[in-house]
């Protein structure tokens, strides 16, 4: 795998642990980001894995900054790409490369909400219910064929910290299970549908309530 991540790194965080308790049997072969001081970084090189930051200024175009990264991730044989929480959209060519072998997690159950702020924009909306989603990347903002999705309540009380953290909990937990079924080939993509060959995939990609006990 390559994870590639902007910011603090929880859910990459959540994916080394799996590795590391043996949940996944597969490794993390290089974390990407481009955000020098991203947390990611730390947390990767403190698990010994290889942290790379790729520089944006460094490359007068989209498709450019694209194909460095895309060298970077072949030059590793990554087989999978998970996306934790990375700020810029990949172009239509970086994805058509990794066709079905991209995956994102996005704080809302999509189709609702996609972009940035969706725990804000859900809060603002007056939902009742929100969650997170585990998705294949295709060329548009968190469009791609949905893996898992899982919920949790909106609180009258909630503040956009509030639930934002009520679904990170949720985060940590479906996006490594999202991965293992990837990775032991437990899932199949026909067109925008995902179909899932046994009966615990099934159950888990269509979680009720704190599906995982959290
Ligand atoms: C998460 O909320 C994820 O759903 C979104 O970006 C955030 C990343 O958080 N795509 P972290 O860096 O993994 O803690």
Redesign the pocket.
Known sequence: MGVL??????????IIDAVESGFLKERIVAVVSDIAAA??LERAKKHGIEAIFIDPKKYPSRAEFDSALLKILKDKSVDLVC????MRVLGAEFVREFKGRII????ALLPAFPGLH??KKALEHGVKFSG?TVHFVDEGVDTGPIIIQAVVPVLDGDSEGTL?DR??RL?HKVYPLAIKYIAEAKLRLEGRKVYFSDAAGIEASTSAINPMGA
């Open positions: 991540a902007s910011g603090r790194g929880t859910n990459l965080q959540s947390f990611a996306l934790a929480g990375f994102n997690i996005h704080p969706a725990q997170c934002a679904i990170l985060e």
